[in-house]
């Protein structure tokens, strides 16, 4: 059973910035690719972004390409995610996921394992 703990998550003004990591325990973190998502209150759970297992390739939803990047190390068992340019739109619960598949990764019902989530506020 792998847990994932979300942190750093808190309230920036517009255009700023904030680091988000995910420290994984349980597993072997080089085996999962790791995706973030982020919800808000009444719509559905959204991609953001994912980073396979040597972190060599990562992938991006484009309202956040070029903005937001996601990073690895595999040593700390930990996944990160630098937020760049933030916008008021960016504000949502922000959850890491892991996957043990190499398919679909888009997909948050793919994903085997979830953190509890990090909430980031955005201000305008």
């Known amino acids: 059973q792998v847990q994932l703990v979300e942190s750093g998550g808190g309230l920036v003004q517009a255009g700023g910035s904030l680091r988000l990591s995910c420290a994984a325990s349980?597993?072997?973190?080089?085996?999962?690719?790791m995706g973030w998502f982020r919800q808000t209150p009444g719509k559905e759970r959204e991609f953001v972004g994912y980073?396979?297992?040597?972190?060599?390739?990562?992938y991006y939803a484009d309202s956040v390409k070029g903005r937001f990047t996601i990073s690895r190390d595999n040593a700390k068992n930990t996944v990160y995610l630098q937020m760049n340019s933030l916008k008021p739109e960016d504000t949502a619960v922000y959850y890491c996921?892991?996957?043990?598949?190499?398919?679909?990764?888009?997909?948050?019902?793919?994903?085997?394992?979830w953190g509890q989530g990090t909430q980031v506020t955005v201000s305008s």
């Open positions: 996921a892991a996957r043990v598949g190499s398919y679909l990764l888009t997909q948050g019902g793919r994903y085997d394992y």
């Open positions: 349980g597993g072997t973190f080089s085996s999962y690719v």
């Open positions: 980073i396979k297992w040597s972190g060599d390739s990562t």
